[in-house]
């Protein structure tokens, strides 16, 4: 996986002040200039993409790519500066693209899909920051596709799966397809705590193979 904003790739860090437009509007500014690259493709005529309603992929047909709205991402959108005026910014999460990777799906009675979690790296991460909103998103009997939140402490204790980011399977396998994009999860971070670094941590799961974590800093004033 990799995220926006990222304005420096030799470092993970996200630090800004919320009342400060110069510190947060280049994070906002990097997000608006990744989404423009989905929006510019989202104009174009239908004709040469599949319809991809429902999470029904038609015509099934590998070379025909699913177009992918950003308004799916709810509040996470550039209209709210992705919340990183009011702290409670959001991250972008996308899957890199491997050319004919398919999604190897552990249990497809939970989901067809790969599904994302993120964790605080270290044990006082959970009090740094208190809920997470994925959009979309999935509950886990893998009925429920709207919007709602999970308070990560409760979730490691009880061990069990909750709300989840969902990574729709329609938009796989990526084989250098015309005006391919890959999916997106929208991460927003509630009620962080200020002046206090934390680290988050997160992973794609219900595959059979792992892979690495995604993991950055926050640090807002």
Known sequence: MSHRPNIDFLSSVIVYESANPQTYMPYVQNIRTFIYLYEEVNIRSQD?????????????????????????????VKENNYGYDRSEPCIILKINKIYGWLPDIQNKTLSNSPLVRCFGRYAADFEAFGNLHYYPNITVDGLSMHSNLINIKTLLLLSVLCFSGIFDSVYFPYIIQYAYRSPLVAVQIKNARRNSLFFVSCRLFNLITPTEPLNFEFLID
């Open 48 to 76: 040469g993409f599949a319809n991809c309603e429902n999470g029904i992929k038609s015509p099934n047909e590998p070379d025909l790519v699913c177009k992918f709205y950003p308004i799916v991402l709810e509040s996470c």
